[in-house]
């Protein structure tokens, strides 16, 4: 039977501390979110956010795209089954079941950066209460040297990390080239995040659409698809 997280200083946790590295490959890891404070389930990430962690060894901030997320018990033996009650009956009623379930996510790696270390910033950040994301100084739009160890922090990318990370375009490719995800909808789901928190830059999402036409320059169809779901 696997325990849940253990959960330490919640009250000095960064709001964009979401989750803990729990499973790392080269090419994605697996995270499970933390539990909130108030008696809740954790808040599933949206399908397409942007995440980050970090290599303590080299100091790299990963970045990575979140692809599948699970809520499920932790005890893998025994399923959910459904009680026919609201959130606030099963607060009053059922409150070990908020104990009993797990939220994960699987984020690809897109790429990462030489930046601040995200844990450091986000503790200052925290002290601070109303500091700015620091930009990344240098950006590689490729897999890091090392995955983020087990048991690294996963925080929620700020805004303008992510217009920062996707100045350039390489990533759309890697993010094409995935095998475990459904990589089509995943791309057109990072294009429109990126453009929305561009605030409508008609140049980048033109600029983007022109590299999604390079990559799939023989699949045309499958263009086509991703094109369709970029809508606004």
Request: charged share 20%; glycine share 4%; net charge negative.
């Amino acid at each position: 039977m696997h325990l849940p997280l253990p959960q330490f200083a919640t009250k000095e946790r960064h709001p964009n501390h979401i989750a803990e590295v729990i499973e790392t490959a080269s090419t994605e890891f697996l995270a499970q979110c933390l539990d909130p404070d108030e008696l809740s389930f954790p808040v599933m990430p949206p399908f397409g956010s942007w995440v980050k962690s970090t290599d303590i060894d080299t100091g790299n901030q990963i970045f990575a795209v979140i692809y599948h997320a699970t809520t499920t018990p932790i005890d893998s033996i025994h399923r959910a089954r459904a009680l026919g009650m609201s959130l606030e009956e099963l607060r009053e009623q059922q409150p070990q079941i908020f104990a009993m379930l797990k939220t994960e996510f699987r984020a690809a790696i897109a790429g990462f950066s030489t930046g601040t270390n995200p844990a450091s910033s986000n503790k200052s950040k925290s002290q601070k209460g109303n500091g700015s994301a620091p930009i990344p100084t240098k950006i590689y739009q490729y897999l890091p040297p090392r995955p983020p160890q087990i048991h690294q922090a996963v925080y929620r990318c700020e805004p303008e990390e992510i217009i920062a990370f996707t100045e350039e375009l390489d990533f759309l490719r890697s993010l094409l080239q995935l095998v475990s995800a459904p990589v089509d909808a995943l791309t057109a789901a990072t294009i429109r995040e990126a453009y929305i928190l561009r605030k409508g830059d008609r140049e980048w999402l033109v600029k983007a659409g022109r590299t999604l036409g390079l990559v799939l320059k023989d699949d045309y169809d499958r263009l086509r698809y991703i094109l369709s779901q970029l809508h606004f």
